[in-house]
């Protein structure tokens, strides 16, 4: 199995940027498919972004498309997300996903693991 753990997250102003970074621990990352997800206070958790095993596949949500892009790096076994334009509704813990199955990791339900969660708030 793998282990994950995201970083970078923090506080920052409207407009401004963070990138996220996932490490994978374990096995070989690129035997996964990964994907970022954030859940608000009171929210369900929501999909952000997907990205296949090779990288050459991107997926986003329409809420953060044009603003946000994910990559990988298999060989240093890190997934990141770089967030611009940053708007207060982007306020939420962000989770890193991975998955075998070759499908893009774009719901929740069925995801095979999980990193612990990192938190972004974007003040107004």
């Known amino acids: 199995q793998v282990q994950l753990e995201e970083s970078g997250g923090g506080l920052v102003q409207t407009g401004g940027s963070l990138r996220l970074s996932c490490a994978a621990s374990?096995?070989?990352?690129?035997?996964?498919?990964m994907g970022w997800f954030r859940q608000a206070p009171g929210k369900e958790r929501e999909f952000v972004a997907a990205?296949?095993?090779?990288?050459?596949?991107?997926y986003y949500a329409d809420s953060v498309k044009g603003r946000f892009t994910i990559s990988r790096d298999n060989a240093e076994r890190t997934v990141y997300l770089q967030m611009n334009s940053l708007k207060p509704e982007d306020t939420a813990v962000y989770y890193c996903?991975?998955?075998?199955?070759?499908?893009?990791?774009?719901?929740?339900?069925?995801?095979?693991?999980w990193g612990q969660g990192t938190q972004v708030t974007v003040s107004s």
């Open positions: 996903a991975a998955d075998l199955l070759p499908a893009p990791v774009v719901a929740p339900q069925g995801v095979g693991y």
């Open positions: 374990g096995r070989t990352l690129s035997n996964y498919a």
């Open positions: 990205i296949s095993r090779t990288g050459l596949a991107k």
